[in-house]
């Protein structure tokens, strides 16, 4: 039964990774065709923004190689958004060839994991992305910032507020239209999002362009996600299934599952555009071709018999 509570975004727009998110933490690599089938699916759910590859080196991230097949494959999803993750210019330039027209960046918020992902510190990894993000611009292509550990780092410890702001605001001024706020390992809880949250308005980013990322380390992601809500935002990432972490960050557990999402979101009221019925089935189908059940409770709750 939907209850609707003061104070809520009437609508929220979901940013799908699984296809991206999810996959590129697998051990094994998924066929392209099941990558393809799955997207098609998530979009025959009514999910309107799809992450559905990164153009990363393959030495680094294997599981997404296969970005210059895969991209092809979805030319017919055209309601659809699909963006890419970009690391670098060589990254934006098979982006271009494929017409890509929607890119992200990766950013962190924390030294550590700077160099243990880009293998740059923050600052090194700001001045690689400025001429990535400024050409994509250039060519009229939307471009997100992620901005990773957030709120916590397995080697820092938490991470102070003033510095995520400083990232945040470094990222916007580059040109990023839209900013998601990453939780990588999970540690947050709602009263840290929801200082972070204004912290960052303080200092004049909107609450419009920022997007938020948890992950379910602690069980808190749905928690958080409703904190941002309060807050005003309406652009939330999850991961089909909870599929994901981070092949970076070995704390990092799966991302907050799209179908817990929408139970919530159609509890309170709050719109979304998907059919929950069509994404459990998709997840419950993604889950079989990984050989493992979903750690999504709502799809083990709508799947179970008996």
């Known amino acids: 039964m939907a209850v609707a509570s003061e104070g809520l ?14 996959l590129q933490n697998e051990s094994a690599v998924v066929p392209v065709e099941v990558k393809a089938e799955f997207i098609h699916r998530l979009a025959a759910a ?15 991230v294997p599981q997404l190689a296969d970005a210059e097949q895969l991209f092809p494959m979805l030319k017919d999803l055209l309601e659809v958004a699909l963006p890419v993750l970009v690391p670098n210019a060589r990254g934006l330039d098979r982006a271009l060839e ?31 992305f400025g001429p990535v993000v400024a050409r994509a611009r250039e060519q009229g292509m939307h471009v997100r910032g992620y901005l990773s550990m957030c709120f916590g780092d397995p080697w820092e410890g938490p991470v102070p507020v003033h510095q995520v702001v400083r990232v945040a605001k470094a990222l916007t001024d580059l040109g990023c239209e839209e900013l998601s706020l990453g939780d990588t390992i999970g540690v947050a809880t709602p009263g840290h999002v929801q200082n972070l949250l204004a912290e960052l308005n303080e200092e004049g980013v909107p609450t419009h362009v920022i997007g938020v990322h948890f992950h379910d380390t602690y069980g808190q992601a749905l928690a958080n996600t409703l904190a941002a809500l309060q807050h005003g935002v309406t652009t939330v990432d999850a991961s089909a299934g909870g599929l994901g972490g981070c092949p970076f960050a070995r704390s990092a557990t799966g991302n907050l599952a799209t179908e817990d999402l929408v139970w919530m979101l159609r509890g309170l009221g709050i719109e979304t ?13 993604m889950a079989d071709r990984l050989g493992r059940p979903s750690p999504s409770r709502t799809v083990r709750a709508l799947t179970h018999k008996g």
């Open 273 to 285: 555009g998907v059919d929950l019925d069509a994404l459990v089935a998709t997840s419950s189908w």
């Open 46 to 60: 009514g999910l309107t923004t799809i992450e559905a590859t990164s153009f990363v080196h393959p030495k680094w």
């Open 98 to 128: 494929l017409g890509v027209r929607r890119v992200a960046v990766f950013a962190s918020a924390s030294e550590s994991f700077a160099r243990a992902n880009l293998n740059r510190t923050v600052d090194e990894s700001l001045a690689m």
């Open 9 to 22: 975004p009437p609508r929220v727009r979901i940013h799908e990774v699984g296809a991206r998110d999810g």
